[in-house]
Protein backbone atom coordinates (compact mmCIF):
# COMPACT_ATOMS: atom_id res chain seq x y z
CA UNK A 1 0.00 0.00 0.00
CA UNK A 2 2.91 2.63 0.50
CA UNK A 3 4.12 1.82 -2.36
CA UNK A 4 1.07 3.18 -4.15
CA UNK A 5 0.77 5.96 -2.30
CA UNK A 6 4.09 6.73 -3.15
CA UNK A 7 2.93 6.15 -6.75
CA UNK A 8 0.10 8.40 -6.56
CA UNK A 9 1.62 11.36 -4.43
CA UNK A 10 4.35 11.30 -7.42
CA UNK A 11 2.20 11.32 -10.08
CA UNK A 12 0.28 14.39 -8.84
CA UNK A 13 3.14 16.41 -8.50
CA UNK A 14 4.50 16.05 -11.73
CA UNK A 15 1.01 15.98 -13.68
CA UNK A 16 0.63 19.51 -14.10
CA UNK A 17 3.45 18.72 -16.40
CA UNK A 18 3.05 15.45 -18.08
CA UNK A 19 -1.06 15.41 -18.54
CA UNK A 20 -3.09 18.04 -20.07
CA UNK A 21 -6.75 17.67 -17.90
CA UNK A 22 -8.52 19.89 -20.37
CA UNK A 23 -7.48 17.82 -23.45
CA UNK A 24 -7.67 14.64 -21.30
CA UNK A 25 -4.01 13.44 -22.59
CA UNK A 26 -0.52 13.40 -22.24
CA UNK A 27 1.50 16.71 -22.20
CA UNK A 28 2.92 16.88 -26.15
CA UNK A 29 6.86 16.15 -26.09
CA UNK A 30 7.29 20.08 -27.73
CA UNK A 31 5.32 21.08 -23.95
CA UNK A 32 7.99 18.49 -22.07
CA UNK A 33 10.54 20.09 -23.41
CA UNK A 34 9.50 23.81 -23.07
CA UNK A 35 8.72 23.17 -19.43
CA UNK A 36 12.42 21.47 -18.63
CA UNK A 37 13.72 24.52 -20.17
CA UNK A 38 12.30 27.12 -18.15
CA UNK A 39 12.99 25.27 -14.70
CA UNK A 40 16.85 24.12 -16.13
CA UNK A 41 16.92 28.17 -16.57
CA UNK A 42 15.78 28.91 -13.19
CA UNK A 43 17.64 26.01 -11.31
CA UNK A 44 21.16 27.34 -13.50
CA UNK A 45 20.46 31.25 -12.32
CA UNK A 46 20.44 30.44 -8.24
CA UNK A 47 23.27 27.79 -9.34
CA UNK A 48 24.98 30.51 -10.98
CA UNK A 49 25.24 32.69 -8.10
CA UNK A 50 26.01 29.98 -5.45
CA UNK A 51 28.92 28.78 -7.85
CA UNK A 52 30.38 32.46 -8.07
CA UNK A 53 29.99 32.82 -4.39
CA UNK A 54 31.88 29.22 -3.93
CA UNK A 55 33.97 29.66 -6.09
CA UNK A 56 34.97 33.01 -4.26
CA UNK A 57 34.60 31.98 -1.09
CA UNK A 58 36.37 28.30 -0.84
CA UNK A 59 40.09 29.27 -2.16
CA UNK A 60 40.09 32.02 0.47
CA UNK A 61 38.99 29.50 3.73
CA UNK A 62 41.22 26.21 2.19
CA UNK A 63 44.38 28.72 2.26
CA UNK A 64 43.59 29.27 6.54
CA UNK A 65 42.78 25.69 6.65
CA UNK A 66 38.60 26.33 7.45
CA UNK A 67 37.28 23.93 4.58
CA UNK A 68 34.82 22.96 7.29
CA UNK A 69 33.55 26.49 7.27
CA UNK A 70 32.73 26.63 3.21
CA UNK A 71 30.27 23.70 3.96
CA UNK A 72 28.90 25.09 7.45
CA UNK A 73 28.26 28.28 5.34
CA UNK A 74 26.68 26.00 2.39
CA UNK A 75 24.57 24.29 5.05
CA UNK A 76 23.38 26.97 6.40
CA UNK A 77 22.19 28.62 3.29
CA UNK A 78 20.67 25.03 1.88
CA UNK A 79 19.28 24.58 5.12
CA UNK A 80 17.43 27.86 4.52
CA UNK A 81 16.39 27.29 1.22
CA UNK A 82 14.93 24.39 1.76
CA UNK A 83 12.69 25.18 4.83
CA UNK A 84 11.56 28.34 3.19
CA UNK A 85 11.11 26.46 -0.41
CA UNK A 86 9.11 23.86 1.12
CA UNK A 87 7.47 24.98 4.80
CA UNK A 88 4.28 26.33 4.01
CA UNK A 89 3.51 23.28 1.19
CA UNK A 90 4.26 20.77 4.28
CA UNK A 91 1.40 21.85 6.56
CA UNK A 92 -0.53 21.98 2.67
CA UNK A 93 0.57 18.49 1.96
CA UNK A 94 0.15 16.66 5.17
CA UNK A 95 -2.42 18.52 6.67
CA UNK A 96 -4.94 20.22 4.61
CA UNK A 97 -4.51 18.01 1.89
CA UNK A 98 -8.02 17.87 -0.13
CA UNK A 99 -7.85 13.55 -0.08
CA UNK A 100 -6.93 13.31 3.62
CA UNK A 101 -10.56 12.05 5.09
CA UNK A 102 -11.10 9.61 1.61
CA UNK A 103 -7.90 7.96 2.54
CA UNK A 104 -8.64 7.80 6.29
CA UNK A 105 -11.56 6.36 5.59
CA UNK A 106 -10.06 3.50 3.59
CA UNK A 107 -8.04 0.76 5.33
CA UNK A 108 -4.97 2.06 5.27
CA UNK A 109 -2.71 2.83 7.93
CA UNK A 110 -1.98 6.30 8.94
CA UNK A 111 1.44 5.44 8.96
CA UNK A 112 1.68 4.70 5.19
CA UNK A 113 -0.47 8.21 4.70
CA UNK A 114 2.25 10.31 6.40
CA UNK A 115 5.11 8.28 4.75
CA UNK A 116 4.33 8.92 1.31
CA UNK A 117 3.18 12.64 1.81
CA UNK A 118 7.14 13.09 3.92
CA UNK A 119 8.55 11.39 0.62
CA UNK A 120 7.03 14.19 -1.10
CA UNK A 121 7.61 17.16 1.15
CA UNK A 122 11.33 15.49 0.94
CA UNK A 123 11.89 15.44 -2.87
CA UNK A 124 10.34 19.21 -2.68
CA UNK A 125 12.82 20.72 0.07
CA UNK A 126 15.94 18.45 -1.49
CA UNK A 127 15.28 19.96 -5.25
CA UNK A 128 15.52 23.71 -3.12
CA UNK A 129 18.90 22.69 -1.13
CA UNK A 130 20.81 21.31 -5.03
CA UNK A 131 20.63 24.56 -5.93
CA UNK A 132 23.54 25.19 -3.38
CA UNK A 133 24.64 21.75 -2.62
CA UNK A 134 25.99 21.18 -6.25
CA UNK A 135 27.62 24.56 -7.60
CA UNK A 136 29.45 23.95 -3.84
CA UNK A 137 29.81 20.58 -4.73
CA UNK A 138 31.60 21.34 -8.27
CA UNK A 139 33.98 24.15 -6.73
CA UNK A 140 35.47 21.70 -4.12
CA UNK A 141 35.80 18.39 -6.33
CA UNK A 142 37.61 20.42 -8.48
CA UNK A 143 40.02 22.34 -6.24
CA UNK A 144 39.91 19.98 -3.35
CA UNK A 145 40.05 16.95 -5.43
CA UNK A 146 39.44 14.65 -2.33
CA UNK A 147 39.72 10.79 -2.61
CA UNK A 148 37.07 8.11 -2.58
CA UNK A 149 36.30 8.23 1.02
CA UNK A 150 36.27 12.29 0.87
CA UNK A 151 33.61 12.07 -1.79
CA UNK A 152 31.59 9.55 0.36
CA UNK A 153 31.77 11.60 3.45
CA UNK A 154 30.59 14.99 1.83
CA UNK A 155 27.99 13.30 -0.08
CA UNK A 156 26.64 11.61 3.12
CA UNK A 157 26.68 14.68 5.01
CA UNK A 158 24.53 16.32 2.03
CA UNK A 159 21.83 13.88 2.67
CA UNK A 160 22.43 13.88 6.07
CA UNK A 161 21.45 17.72 6.39
CA UNK A 162 18.60 16.83 4.26
CA UNK A 163 17.02 14.64 6.86
CA UNK A 164 17.71 17.56 9.30
CA UNK A 165 15.18 19.96 6.79
CA UNK A 166 12.73 18.06 6.26
CA UNK A 167 12.55 17.89 10.23
CA UNK A 168 12.62 21.03 10.77
CA UNK A 169 9.87 21.95 7.42
CA UNK A 170 8.07 19.18 9.52
CA UNK A 171 7.75 21.00 13.08
CA UNK A 172 7.37 24.25 11.28
CA UNK A 173 4.12 22.72 9.30
CA UNK A 174 3.04 21.16 13.02
CA UNK A 175 3.15 24.03 14.68
CA UNK A 176 1.10 26.00 12.24
CA UNK A 177 -1.14 23.16 11.52
CA UNK A 178 -1.95 22.96 15.70
CA UNK A 179 -2.01 26.54 16.05
CA UNK A 180 -4.50 27.05 13.59
CA UNK A 181 -6.67 23.93 14.52
CA UNK A 182 -7.27 26.00 17.79
CA UNK A 183 -7.73 29.11 16.09
CA UNK A 184 -10.42 30.47 14.64
CA UNK A 185 -9.54 33.24 12.23
CA UNK A 186 -7.02 31.02 9.99
CA UNK A 187 -6.38 33.08 6.81
CA UNK A 188 -5.17 36.22 9.23
CA UNK A 189 -2.78 34.10 11.09
CA UNK A 190 -1.75 32.47 7.73
CA UNK A 191 -1.21 35.67 6.45
CA UNK A 192 1.27 37.10 9.12
CA UNK A 193 3.44 34.16 8.95
CA UNK A 194 3.55 34.03 5.60
CA UNK A 195 4.24 37.51 5.18
CA UNK A 196 6.92 36.96 8.21
CA UNK A 197 9.19 34.54 6.34
CA UNK A 198 9.29 37.06 3.02
CA UNK A 199 10.27 39.40 5.48
CA UNK A 200 13.31 37.57 6.45
CA UNK A 201 13.65 36.21 3.48
CA UNK A 202 14.18 39.67 1.67
CA UNK A 203 16.40 40.83 4.17
CA UNK A 204 18.24 38.33 3.44
CA UNK A 205 18.78 38.79 -0.20
CA UNK A 206 19.81 42.08 0.40
CA UNK A 207 22.00 41.44 2.71
CA UNK A 208 24.00 39.26 0.21
CA UNK A 209 26.16 41.29 -1.73
CA UNK A 210 27.45 42.61 1.80
CA UNK A 211 27.81 39.33 3.37
CA UNK A 212 30.51 37.71 1.30
CA UNK A 213 33.24 40.62 1.95
CA UNK A 214 32.72 40.49 5.84
CA UNK A 215 32.66 36.16 5.99
CA UNK A 216 36.35 36.19 4.07
CA UNK A 217 37.31 39.56 5.90
CA UNK A 218 36.18 37.52 9.43
CA UNK A 219 36.41 34.33 8.30
CA UNK A 220 38.45 33.79 11.67
CA UNK A 221 35.80 34.90 13.97
CA UNK A 222 32.95 33.53 12.30
CA UNK A 223 34.44 30.29 12.60
CA UNK A 224 34.93 30.61 16.20
CA UNK A 225 31.70 31.92 17.14
CA UNK A 226 30.24 28.71 15.18
CA UNK A 227 32.27 26.36 17.29
CA UNK A 228 31.07 28.09 20.44
CA UNK A 229 26.99 29.03 19.80
CA UNK A 230 23.70 26.90 18.88
CA UNK A 231 25.43 26.94 15.27
CA UNK A 232 27.97 24.31 16.80
CA UNK A 233 26.06 21.55 14.74
CA UNK A 234 26.97 23.01 11.41
CA UNK A 235 30.52 22.63 12.71
CA UNK A 236 29.84 19.19 12.83
CA UNK A 237 28.37 19.12 9.70
CA UNK A 238 31.23 21.25 7.82
CA UNK A 239 33.97 18.71 9.75
CA UNK A 240 32.16 15.19 8.94
CA UNK A 241 31.97 16.76 4.97
CA UNK A 242 35.40 17.54 4.59
CA UNK A 243 36.58 14.06 5.91
CA UNK A 244 36.71 14.42 9.80
CA UNK A 245 34.94 10.56 11.37
CA UNK A 246 34.01 12.05 14.63
CA UNK A 247 31.87 15.04 12.93
CA UNK A 248 29.97 12.76 10.69
CA UNK A 249 28.95 10.03 13.12
CA UNK A 250 27.36 12.59 15.67
CA UNK A 251 26.00 14.71 12.84
CA UNK A 252 24.70 11.53 11.46
CA UNK A 253 23.16 9.70 14.69
CA UNK A 254 21.45 13.36 15.84
CA UNK A 255 20.11 13.41 11.94
CA UNK A 256 18.58 9.69 12.26
CA UNK A 257 17.20 10.34 15.53
CA UNK A 258 15.60 13.32 15.02
CA UNK A 259 14.17 12.03 11.91
CA UNK A 260 12.62 8.77 13.96
CA UNK A 261 11.18 11.45 16.84
CA UNK A 262 9.78 13.63 14.16
CA UNK A 263 7.89 10.49 12.43
CA UNK A 264 6.69 9.59 15.94
CA UNK A 265 5.08 12.24 16.84
CA UNK A 266 4.01 12.65 13.44
CA UNK A 267 2.14 9.61 13.40
CA UNK A 268 0.76 9.90 16.78
CA UNK A 269 -0.79 13.56 15.83
CA UNK A 270 -1.50 13.01 12.33
CA UNK A 271 -5.22 11.96 12.80
CA UNK A 272 -6.35 14.13 15.27
CA UNK A 273 -4.95 17.16 13.73
CA UNK A 274 -6.43 16.52 10.50
CA UNK A 275 -9.92 15.56 11.83
CA UNK A 276 -10.11 18.41 14.14
CA UNK A 277 -12.55 20.82 13.61
CA UNK A 278 -12.93 24.30 15.20
CA UNK A 279 -15.77 25.90 16.76
CA UNK A 280 -17.91 28.04 15.12
CA UNK A 281 -17.80 31.47 16.95
CA UNK A 282 -21.28 32.19 18.47
CA UNK A 283 -22.82 35.93 16.58
CA UNK A 284 -25.67 37.44 17.51
CA UNK A 285 -28.44 38.18 14.73
CA UNK A 286 -28.91 41.31 13.57
CA UNK A 287 -31.12 42.15 11.07
CA UNK A 288 -30.06 44.66 8.37
CA UNK A 289 -31.68 45.59 5.26
CA UNK A 290 -29.32 43.84 2.28
CA UNK A 291 -28.53 46.25 -0.78
CA UNK A 292 -28.80 44.98 -4.37
CA UNK A 293 -25.77 44.89 -6.30
CA UNK A 294 -24.97 44.71 -10.05
CA UNK A 295 -23.88 41.14 -11.63
CA UNK A 296 -20.22 42.74 -11.90
CA UNK A 297 -20.07 44.28 -8.71
CA UNK A 298 -20.95 40.34 -6.96
CA UNK A 299 -18.84 38.62 -9.58
CA UNK A 300 -15.85 41.05 -8.25
CA UNK A 301 -16.68 40.68 -4.46
CA UNK A 302 -16.75 37.22 -5.10
CA UNK A 303 -13.62 37.40 -6.51
CA UNK A 304 -11.74 39.70 -3.78
CA UNK A 305 -13.25 37.06 -1.25
CA UNK A 306 -11.46 34.46 -2.56
CA UNK A 307 -8.64 36.47 -2.45
CA UNK A 308 -8.50 37.87 0.75
CA UNK A 309 -9.33 34.50 2.33
CA UNK A 310 -6.76 32.61 0.30
CA UNK A 311 -3.13 33.53 1.95
CA UNK A 312 -1.60 31.42 -1.07
CA UNK A 313 -3.18 33.16 -3.37
CA UNK A 314 -2.57 36.76 -1.85
CA UNK A 315 0.96 36.91 -1.15
CA UNK A 316 2.10 34.86 -4.39
CA UNK A 317 -0.11 36.59 -7.11
CA UNK A 318 -0.01 39.56 -5.02
CA UNK A 319 3.27 40.24 -4.25
CA UNK A 320 4.45 42.58 -6.35
CA UNK A 321 1.84 45.09 -5.13
CA UNK A 322 3.46 44.68 -1.88
CA UNK A 323 7.25 45.17 -3.18
CA UNK A 324 5.93 48.76 -5.53
CA UNK A 325 4.33 50.02 -2.12
CA UNK A 326 7.94 48.85 0.19
CA UNK A 327 9.76 50.47 -2.85
CA UNK A 328 7.61 53.71 -2.99
CA UNK A 329 8.61 54.31 0.59
CA UNK A 330 11.88 53.72 -0.02
CA UNK A 331 12.57 55.83 -2.84
CA UNK A 332 10.88 58.73 -1.15
CA UNK A 333 13.09 58.09 1.79
CA UNK A 334 16.42 57.63 -0.11
CA UNK A 335 15.24 60.44 -2.96
CA UNK A 336 18.36 62.81 -2.57
CA UNK A 337 20.57 59.71 -2.74
CA UNK A 338 18.94 58.39 -6.11
CA UNK A 339 18.96 61.44 -7.65
CA UNK A 340 22.40 61.91 -7.06
CA UNK A 341 23.45 58.48 -8.58
CA UNK A 342 21.47 59.15 -11.48
CA UNK A 343 22.67 62.55 -12.30
CA UNK A 344 26.59 61.57 -11.52
CA UNK A 345 28.76 61.21 -14.19
CA UNK A 346 28.68 57.79 -14.18
CA UNK A 347 25.72 57.58 -15.66
CA UNK A 348 25.91 60.95 -18.00
CA UNK A 349 25.50 59.20 -21.19
CA UNK A 350 21.83 57.75 -19.97
CA UNK A 351 20.69 60.92 -18.31
CA UNK A 352 18.55 61.71 -21.68
CA UNK A 353 16.51 58.39 -20.69
CA UNK A 354 16.25 59.24 -16.81
CA UNK A 355 12.49 59.23 -17.77
CA UNK A 356 11.81 56.32 -19.52
CA UNK A 357 13.88 54.26 -16.21
CA UNK A 358 10.91 54.60 -13.96
CA UNK A 359 8.34 53.10 -16.07
CA UNK A 360 10.16 50.05 -17.58
CA UNK A 361 11.13 49.57 -13.92
CA UNK A 362 7.36 49.54 -12.87
CA UNK A 363 6.70 47.59 -15.57
CA UNK A 364 9.10 44.83 -14.62
CA UNK A 365 7.82 44.93 -10.98
CA UNK A 366 4.03 44.34 -12.13
CA UNK A 367 5.05 41.55 -14.51
CA UNK A 368 4.93 39.60 -11.35
CA UNK A 369 1.79 40.01 -10.37
CA UNK A 370 -0.21 36.80 -11.38
CA UNK A 371 -3.92 37.61 -10.26
CA UNK A 372 -5.66 36.42 -13.47
CA UNK A 373 -3.13 33.32 -14.49
CA UNK A 374 -4.43 30.88 -11.73
CA UNK A 375 -7.94 32.61 -11.19
CA UNK A 376 -9.93 30.01 -13.78
CA UNK A 377 -7.80 27.31 -12.07
CA UNK A 378 -9.05 28.12 -9.07
CA UNK A 379 -13.07 27.78 -9.66
CA UNK A 380 -11.88 24.03 -9.20
CA UNK A 381 -14.45 21.84 -9.16
CA UNK A 382 -17.31 24.20 -8.32
CA UNK A 383 -16.66 25.99 -11.66
CA UNK A 384 -20.01 24.10 -12.48
CA UNK A 385 -21.64 26.38 -10.16
CA UNK A 386 -20.84 29.51 -11.48
CA UNK A 387 -21.32 28.40 -15.13
CA UNK A 388 -24.81 27.75 -14.34
CA UNK A 389 -25.79 31.04 -13.56
CA UNK A 390 -27.60 32.88 -16.17
CA UNK A 391 -24.47 35.24 -16.22
CA UNK A 392 -22.78 36.13 -19.32
CA UNK A 393 -19.12 34.37 -19.32
CA UNK A 394 -17.46 37.59 -20.51
CA UNK A 395 -18.94 39.17 -17.20
CA UNK A 396 -17.49 36.72 -14.71
CA UNK A 397 -13.99 37.19 -17.30
CA UNK A 398 -14.15 40.84 -16.35
CA UNK A 399 -14.52 40.67 -12.96
CA UNK A 400 -11.19 38.28 -12.68
CA UNK A 401 -9.87 40.98 -14.89
CA UNK A 402 -10.87 44.28 -13.00
CA UNK A 403 -8.99 42.21 -9.37
CA UNK A 404 -5.77 42.39 -11.38
CA UNK A 405 -6.35 45.71 -12.11
CA UNK A 406 -6.88 47.10 -8.38
CA UNK A 407 -4.64 45.67 -7.43
CA UNK A 408 -1.88 46.29 -9.09
CA UNK A 409 -2.51 49.79 -10.94
CA UNK A 410 -3.05 51.91 -8.35
CA UNK A 411 0.14 50.57 -6.64
CA UNK A 412 1.98 50.86 -9.92
CA UNK A 413 1.12 54.19 -10.31
CA UNK A 414 2.30 54.91 -6.44
CA UNK A 415 5.56 53.83 -7.36
CA UNK A 416 5.59 55.66 -10.76
CA UNK A 417 5.12 58.91 -8.68
CA UNK A 418 7.57 58.46 -6.06
CA UNK A 419 10.04 57.81 -8.66
CA UNK A 420 9.00 61.37 -10.17
CA UNK A 421 9.37 63.28 -7.01
CA UNK A 422 12.59 61.67 -6.17
CA UNK A 423 13.80 62.45 -9.84
CA UNK A 424 11.96 65.96 -9.74
CA UNK A 425 10.47 64.85 -13.05
CA UNK A 426 7.67 66.98 -15.10
CA UNK A 427 3.96 66.06 -14.99
CA UNK A 428 4.55 65.95 -19.09
CA UNK A 429 7.21 62.84 -18.14
CA UNK A 430 4.87 61.40 -15.77
CA UNK A 431 1.57 60.96 -17.87
CA UNK A 432 3.09 59.31 -20.93
CA UNK A 433 4.99 57.07 -18.18
CA UNK A 434 1.43 56.33 -16.77
CA UNK A 435 -0.09 55.30 -19.92
CA UNK A 436 2.16 53.21 -20.84
CA UNK A 437 2.01 51.58 -17.32
CA UNK A 438 -1.65 51.22 -17.48
CA UNK A 439 -1.72 49.60 -20.91
CA UNK A 440 0.95 46.85 -20.20
CA UNK A 441 -1.13 46.24 -17.02
CA UNK A 442 -4.20 45.85 -18.85
CA UNK A 443 -2.10 43.81 -21.58
CA UNK A 444 -0.46 40.83 -19.41
CA UNK A 445 -3.60 40.29 -17.42
CA UNK A 446 -5.45 39.88 -20.38
CA UNK A 447 -2.63 37.19 -21.50
CA UNK A 448 -2.33 35.91 -18.39
CA UNK A 449 -5.90 35.28 -17.90
CA UNK A 450 -5.93 33.80 -22.19
CA UNK A 451 -3.63 31.19 -20.78
CA UNK A 452 -5.14 29.65 -18.06
CA UNK A 453 -8.39 29.57 -19.41
CA UNK A 454 -6.65 27.83 -22.64
CA UNK A 455 -4.90 25.27 -19.76
CA UNK A 456 -7.15 25.38 -16.51
CA UNK A 457 -6.34 22.95 -13.91
CA UNK A 458 -9.36 21.98 -12.55
CA UNK A 459 -8.52 19.00 -10.75
CA UNK A 460 -6.39 19.95 -7.47
CA UNK A 461 -6.69 19.14 -3.98
CA UNK A 462 -4.63 21.79 -2.46
CA UNK A 463 -5.42 25.34 -4.21
CA UNK A 464 -1.06 25.79 -3.95
CA UNK A 465 -1.27 23.72 -6.80
CA UNK A 466 -2.72 25.72 -9.42
CA UNK A 467 -0.89 28.92 -8.01
CA UNK A 468 2.40 27.68 -7.21
CA UNK A 469 3.22 24.65 -8.94
CA UNK A 470 1.56 25.04 -12.30
CA UNK A 471 3.64 25.51 -15.40
CA UNK A 472 1.47 27.64 -17.15
CA UNK A 473 1.16 29.70 -14.06
CA UNK A 474 4.96 30.08 -14.67
CA UNK A 475 5.27 30.65 -18.09
CA UNK A 476 2.64 33.69 -17.84
CA UNK A 477 5.14 35.05 -15.23
CA UNK A 478 7.97 34.59 -18.02
CA UNK A 479 5.94 36.06 -20.55
CA UNK A 480 4.94 38.99 -18.88
CA UNK A 481 8.56 39.91 -17.54
CA UNK A 482 9.78 39.69 -21.41
CA UNK A 483 6.56 41.63 -22.39
CA UNK A 484 7.92 44.50 -20.06
CA UNK A 485 11.90 44.03 -20.81
CA UNK A 486 11.56 43.74 -24.71
CA UNK A 487 10.25 47.41 -24.81
CA UNK A 488 12.57 48.37 -22.22
CA UNK A 489 15.76 47.58 -24.62
CA UNK A 490 14.26 48.96 -27.32
CA UNK A 491 13.49 52.15 -25.97
CA UNK A 492 17.15 52.52 -24.53
CA UNK A 493 18.64 51.32 -28.05
CA UNK A 494 16.32 54.13 -29.50
CA UNK A 495 17.57 56.95 -26.71
CA UNK A 496 21.19 55.77 -27.41
CA UNK A 497 21.09 56.17 -31.41
CA UNK A 498 19.57 59.87 -30.90
CA UNK A 499 15.56 59.68 -30.56
CA UNK A 500 14.71 62.85 -29.89
CA UNK A 501 12.36 62.76 -26.86
CA UNK A 502 11.56 60.51 -24.02
CA UNK A 503 8.11 61.46 -23.43
CA UNK A 504 6.90 60.92 -27.49
CA UNK A 505 9.25 57.68 -27.76
CA UNK A 506 7.20 56.22 -24.43
CA UNK A 507 3.61 57.13 -26.78
CA UNK A 508 5.16 55.08 -29.43
CA UNK A 509 6.06 52.61 -27.25
CA UNK A 510 2.82 52.34 -25.85
CA UNK A 511 0.82 51.83 -29.48
CA UNK A 512 1.46 48.48 -29.57
CA UNK A 513 0.30 47.69 -25.61
CA UNK A 514 -2.71 49.57 -26.75
CA UNK A 515 -3.13 47.53 -30.51
CA UNK A 516 -2.30 44.35 -28.24
CA UNK A 517 -5.08 45.21 -25.39
CA UNK A 518 -7.87 45.97 -28.07
CA UNK A 519 -7.60 42.25 -29.92
CA UNK A 520 -7.13 40.36 -26.37
CA UNK A 521 -10.44 42.38 -24.48
CA UNK A 522 -12.00 41.62 -27.89
CA UNK A 523 -11.45 37.84 -27.68
CA UNK A 524 -12.09 37.53 -24.07
CA UNK A 525 -15.42 39.46 -24.57
CA UNK A 526 -15.69 37.18 -27.67
CA UNK A 527 -14.16 33.76 -28.52
CA UNK A 528 -13.06 33.27 -25.14
CA UNK A 529 -17.04 33.01 -24.00
CA UNK A 530 -16.84 29.57 -26.25
CA UNK A 531 -13.49 28.29 -24.33
CA UNK A 532 -15.15 29.15 -21.02
CA UNK A 533 -18.13 26.91 -22.06
CA UNK A 534 -16.39 24.00 -23.01
CA UNK A 535 -14.52 24.26 -19.65
Known amino acids: MLKVLIKKQIKELLSPFTYDKRKGKKQGAGMKVLFVIVFGYMFMVFGAMFFAASNELYPVLRETNLDWLFFALIGIAALALGVFGSAFSTYSELYVCGDNDLLLSYPIKPIHIVLSRLFIVYIRSFLFQLTAFVPALIVYFSTAKPGVLGVICTLLMMFMLSFVTLVITCFIGWLIALALSRIKRKNIVNLVISAAFLVIYFYAINKMQTLLPAIIQNADGIAL ?28 IASILLLLLTFIILCKSFVKLVTAKTALPRTKFRGYQKRSSSVGSALFTKELKRLIGSPVYLLNCGMSSILMLIASVAIIIKATAIRNLLLSESFSMFSDMIPLIPAFLVTMLSSMALFTAPSISLEGKTLWVLKSYPIPPRKILVAKLKLHMVFTLPFALVLLTAFCIALKLSVLSLLPAALYIALYIILSACISLIIGLHHPNLDWKNEALPIKQDPWVMLSMLFSFLLAIGPALIGIIAMLVGFPSSEILMLVLSVPFAVGVFFALRYITGNAEKRFELL
Not at 231 to 250: D, K, M
Open 225 to 252: SIRHSALYPFYLYGAGSTGSISGLAIFS
